[in-house]
């Protein structure tokens, strides 16, 4: 089946250390994005990439890194400068750009410890 | 600036109700598209549909219906006869023409809907 994948579903983290989100994708999307989202918030771009070894910086990048060595794996790396690190994670991936619908991954919740 | 805003926080219906989810935007450009996605208690968006800014048509799909209208810059989102599957949190999103790869979300819409 074709999708988005993501894990782990749950991370925990200790205060001062960095810790990696994996987000794959066999849909054979050329885009992709993370997104945070707090509770009672919409979701806030972090980075999107729209092919391999490209990426931007999105609305909330500061303490966050990603890397796109493969079109199929977009990690995050949430680093101990993020100041406020727990919330939701979501990686998604669309075709062309952004002007088409964006498949999501069922997430990754960061609880910093 | 590109901006979408869900006035509603929380809205809660009694089953078979009808509900309409409220999506403002502001936007420059002529060209762009707006969207609309469920996220369940599990936690994954899920697209429900899309339009562009040159097609005004009203949508229907089952039980679903989307009313747009440029003149207000709203994108309504109505589900008729509300079922207990339908809570979630609904978000509203922008894409501008110009704003490449980039989809703007609004804050979304928590409904519940009780038995």
């Known amino acids: 089946d074709g999708g988005i994948t993501q894990s782990p579903k749950y991370l925990f983290r200790k205060e001062g250390q960095n810790v990696t989100l994996s987000c794959e994708q066999n849909?054979?999307?050329?885009?992709m994005y993370w997104y945070r989202q707090d509770p009672g918030q919409g979701l806030r771009l972090i980075y999107y990439s729209q092919i391999v070894n490209d990426f931007q910086k999105g609305d909330i990048a500061e303490g966050y890194s990603v890397s796109r060595e493969k079109k199929e794996s977009f990690p995050l790396t949430v680093t101990s400068a993020q100041k406020n690190p727990t919330a939701f994670y979501l990686c998604a991936s669309t075709y062309g750009t952004g002007s088409n619908e964006q498949f999501f991954g069922p997430g990754t919740r960061l609880t910093v410890l | 600036a590109q901006k979408v805003t869900q006035a509603q926080t929380e809205i809660s219906v009694v089953e078979k109700e009808d509900v309409t989810l409220d999506c403002v935007y502001e936007t420059r450009d002529t060209t762009y598209y707006l969207f609309w996605y469920k996220q369940p208690p599990s936690g994954e968006l899920v697209f429900l549909i899309r339009?562009?800014?040159?097609?005004?048509q009203n949508e229907i799909s089952g039980r679903y219906s989307w009313n747009f209208q440029k003149s207000t810059s709203s994108f309504n989102f109505t589900i008729t006869a509300s079922q207990v599957v339908d809570s979630a949190v609904y978000f509203c999103?922008?894409?501008?023409?110009?704003?490449?790869?980039?989809?703007?979300f609004g804050a979304g819409t928590r409904l519940f809907v009780k038995a």
């Open positions: 339009r562009n800014s040159f097609d005004e």
């Open positions: 999103a922008l894409s501008e023409d110009t704003g490449g790869f980039k989809t703007i």
């Open positions: 849909l054979n999307h050329d885009a």
